[in-house]
Nanobody, 127 residues
């Protein structure tokens, strides 16, 4: 089991920045990757960013490329999402997720790749 706890959400004006954190605990030694997803009211959960654990390869949704950055601190077992130049359309609940090495190839951009999820943290961007 892997437990994920997000923090860092809040209310920010358009153009501002926030940094989300995702602290992992439990059986974290066999992670394939970590990802961030978001879900706005009335919309489906969408991919935001992911990091391949073995290579540190990063990938981003087109809507956040150049504005968001995913990173990790292995010593703290924590993954971050730095969000800059925030827009009102970035408003959503943001979820951290962990994909596990299980013999299946994971793209890391699909929610179905991830076995463990955090509880989510609200990000609200005002115009």
């Amino acid at each position: 089991q892997v437990q994920l706890v997000e923090s860092g959400g809040g209310l920010v004006q358009a153009g501002g920045s926030l940094r989300l954190s995702c602290a992992a605990s439990g059986r974290t030694f066999n992670r394939d990757g970590m990802g961030w997803f978001r879900q706005a009211p009335g919309k489906v959960r969408e991919f935001v960013a992911a990091l391949r654990w073995s290579t540190s390869f990063r990938m981003y949704a087109d809507s956040v490329k150049g504005r968001f950055a995913i990173s990790r601190d292995s010593a703290k077992n924590t993954v971050y999402l730095q969000m800059n130049s925030l827009k009102p359309e970035d408003t959503a609940v943001y979820y951290c997720a962990a994909a596990i090495v299980d013999g299946v190839s994971h793209s890391l951009s699909a929610a179905s790749d991830y076995r463990y999820w955090g509880q989510g943290t609200q990000v609200t961007v005002s115009s």
